[in-house]
């Protein structure tokens, strides 16, 4: 069961994954020379401002994700950048610690807004991250339909094509496409109904976060917050970390716990004094309460319907919009050129899209649960990060920074980070290094 000339694409979702995955269809159909007519579905008007128009994201724009985009000539135009960020701030137990691109031989790191702005903003233009890849796949000849899809049908068996409902949730209209492709993300409805279609899909489990945005004055802009994005991890049983980026004249704030967020939990951690240090919080010009992916899903495709985007497989706690393109790019690859078989998507996207992402995952749960664990123990943190901050740029600084900047930023493979950080000189040096600390509060404590 194949594509064909004339063969029918229906996109539910017209975000990231909906707009990467137009793209390479229509580069994947032109290469064996077939003509596609591809459709996107989405109810949300990305020019709107606040959340009606935004898909709920922090927006930061990976290094590595900027470098794809540029590669397929789906350039981020400067106009929809708010910031360019130059580093990282890490504070944790009192200590902060700075991480640059320049020293990571990276360029500025761009974030954007999803939607065009907070509910209160008011800019000049378009700003819009989401609304320009929908407008670059539209110019490239896909169909945009600006209303939400209620109901899917996919026959049994999938010889036959499945259909869409959409329009007026009352009277629908019908339509019948030879793939359907969800790219709905775990914040919509659809996340849940697709469970009732009868294909053992499981969707990932999801953590319920916060995220806000406020206005920054210029003097706090340039003083405190500058061009870093800010981790804060709190001497908190509760939190996990709160994140503040820059963007422009905004600053989003992020809350991610280890448990739903709650008001309670909320309120906990914008009283912070290290956030209140880095930013002075009036009231929110926008907030929100999305999910985020904490797993992967199970049987994500079959016959003629494949679910990509962060309801399929999506990094752990990072690179939503990366994952985004790659499961739109291995997708395609799949549908193109194996097939629309439950076993040919099966073989040629779940399968490497495990590989991928699901089974590396596995490694940053790993780092991440051992970066909480070093957190919740002073004299470790204090050893790992005076370590980072060593000024005579050591070896060991050196791997330990980069380290530690893979793993906020994403940049590398968890995997790869993982047996690095296992790096036997590496762990000798930490040794060395507990063992002088221990030794200098020793001597501090006989001295008193």
Known sequence: MKLRDGSRIAIIGGGPAGAFFAHFARRFAEAQGLEVAITIFDGKNFLERGPRGCNLCAGVISNSLETKLNEERLLLPES???????????HIGGQTLRLSCAENGRPPIATVFRGNGPRLSCFPGVVSFDDHLLHDARDRGTEVIPFPVWKIELPR?????????????????????????????VNSFLFREIQKLGFSYRPPATLTTFQAEFRVDDSRRSKRLGSDIHVIVPPSKQIRYVTVIPKGEYATVAVVGRRNATPELVTEALASARLRDILPLGGAHCFCYPRIAVSSSKNPSTGRFVIIGDASFCRHYKNGIESAFVTARLAAEAVFRHGLDAGSLRRAFFVPARRLIARDNAYGRALFRLNETLSAVPLLAQVHYSLARDDSHSRASKKIRRLLWDLFTGSAPYREIFFRALDVRLQLALARHTIELLWKKAIWRLAK
Do not use: K, N, T
């Open 80 to 90: 929809r950048v708010l910031s360019r960020i130059e580093g990282y701030r890490i």
């Open 157 to 185: 068996p999938s010889s036959s094509p499945p259909a869409l409902f959409f329009g007026d949730r009352r009277s629908p209209e019908r339509r019948e496409a030879d793939l359907v492709i969800g790219a709905f993300g």
